[in-house]
């Protein structure tokens, strides 16, 4: 069995944002806002940017997720919306599956 130390979030965001650091500093205010200093030292990295800025992936430390997740969906500008999360990057790419 494969295991990863990462975690993969990917958010829909609204308004648009088309800049990796932009969306770094979004989720680390974020993250000091919720959780003080000890929030904002997590470490997170964007790993994708749709072309149109609406989603973004970041992958951040499996025991990190969680915090990471909980800020961003609560930052008001830009608005993060949870699409999928996953320990398992590739999964990511399946959106709309009908089983």
């Known amino acids: 069995m494969l295991t990863s130390n990462y975690h993969y979030l990917r958010f829909e965001l ?5 800049s990796e650091i932009s969306i770094r500093q979004n989720i680390h ?3 000091l806002d919720s959780f003080g200093i000890t929030g904002g030292s997590i470490h997170l990295d964007i790993l994708w940017v749709s072309d149109d800025g609406l989603e973004t992936v970041v992958r951040v430390d499996s025991r990190d997720a969680r915090k990471v997740l909980a800020a961003a969906t609560s930052s008001s500008f830009p608005k993060f919306q949870l699409v999928k999360e996953s320990s398992f990057l590739p999964s990511l790419l399946a959106r709309d599956m009908i089983l």
């Open 29 to 31: 205010q974020a993250l």
């Open 14 to 18: 609204q308004p648009q944002v088309t």
